[in-house]
């Protein structure tokens, strides 16, 4: 074999290696590409199909951590509305409402603010109470905080906001008023009325936590 032929063998081998490599990386590429695309799809398939946004009649916890970016107010724009569990207000009984961190959603929604801490705000509310069941009076029995219950230091009493949602604090610092028509399953409540307040719960409970629950009962119906 002479020279000429030699290098035209060579050369052609080269390019064969060329062309494999080239093929091969671009599969690798493709591959990749593509499994971070499915994997971004999935996540947010998951955060759509968890994501609870309150109806009318439907009790839920209202809250807002000391941060002010994690929190939940009865719709999907926040990063605390992923299996967030909510009750149907249809009849006197008990009922259970929480909210939770510990999702997918909340995570890929948080970033690096990966868990609640301290409390800003929190409420019991019906939404549309007003229309749906306005002679529904909310008692908070218990709060957990990550499954642990938490002492009360006083006794919730229920009114009517804005003519709207049928509600009762759990912490509002700035609640200092109690509204007209406030009541409590015991009756009446006024500023004069003992034992009642706006600040049911200490936030050295809340110093950080994942999941809040509220044990409640709804009677006058």
Known sequence: MNLKKISAVLA?????????TSCGDKKKSE????????????????QESSAVAVEAGQAYL?????????QYL???????????VVADITANGSYSVSVTA?????RASAGTNTKPE?????????????ASCPAAVLTIDSIEVD?????????????????????????NEWATI????????????????PGYSSVLVSKDAFASWTKVTVNFTVSGL
Do not use: H, Q, W
């Open 62 to 70: 209202e809250i807002r951590d000391s941060k002010g970016n994690n």
């Open 12 to 20: 052609a081998s080269l390019m064969m290696c060329a062309a494999i």
């Open 178 to 193: 109690v509204p007209d028509g406030s009541v409590s399953a015991e009756g009446a409540v006024t500023n004069d009325t």
């Open 31 to 46: 591959k990749k590409s593509s499994y971070v695309n499915k994997s971004a799809a999935d996540v947010t398939a998951a």
């Open 147 to 171: 499954g642990t219950s938490i002492p009360l230091a006083a006794k919730n009493y229920t009114f009517t906001e804005s003519g709207k949602d049928i509600k009762s604090n759990i912490y």
């Open 118 to 130: 301290g409390i800003l705000y929190a409420a019991l509310k019906i939404k549309d109470g007003a």
């Open 102 to 106: 510990d999702t997918d959603g909340f």
């Open 74 to 84: 009865g719709t999907v724009k926040e990063n605390l509305c992923y299996n967030a």
